[in-house]
Nanobody, 120 residues
Framework: QVQLVESGGGSVQSGGSLRLSCVAS????????MRWYRQAPGKQRQLVAY?????????NYVDSVKGRFTISRDDSKNTLYLHMYNLLPEDTAVYFC????????????WGQGTQVTVSS
């Protein structure tokens, strides 16, 4: 079964930290580019960060989270992480992970999401 399952969301105050996890199954995880998105009510889903396959890979971030979020992966555990520090109310959203192995195949896989709420 192909599945992405996010966890680690919760409620924190401004300045707090959370670590999100995304466990993948049913795919050859090491060859997939993994991404974190977030979506707040009434807003478009936006890309937060992505990380390419570990062999010659790189990590990239949207400007608003640079210096505060770190994306990483553990291929031995088929798991993607997002370490979030110094959280702000504007970070409140449902966070989704996604996976793709373009150009080999065009499909993009999505998890169900995990809620992050940051209060001020």
């Amino acid at each position: 079964q192909v599945q992405l399952v996010e966890s680690g969301g919760g409620s924190v105050q401004s300045g707090g930290s959370l670590r999100l996890s995304c466990v993948a199954s049913g795919i050859i995880f090491p060859i997939y580019t993994m991404r974190w998105y977030r979506q707040a009510p009434g807003k478009q889903r936006q890309l937060v960060a992505y990380i390419t396959p570990s062999a010659g890979g790189s990590a990239n971030y949207v400007d608003s989270v640079k210096g505060r979020f770190t994306i990483s992966r553990d291929d031995s555990k088929n798991t993607l992480y997002l370490h979030m520090y110094n959280l702000l109310p504007e970070d409140t959203a449902v966070y989704f992970c996604s996976a793709d192995n373009r150009p080999v195949e065009s499909r993009v896989l999505w998890g169900q999401g995990t809620q992050v709420t940051v209060s001020s």
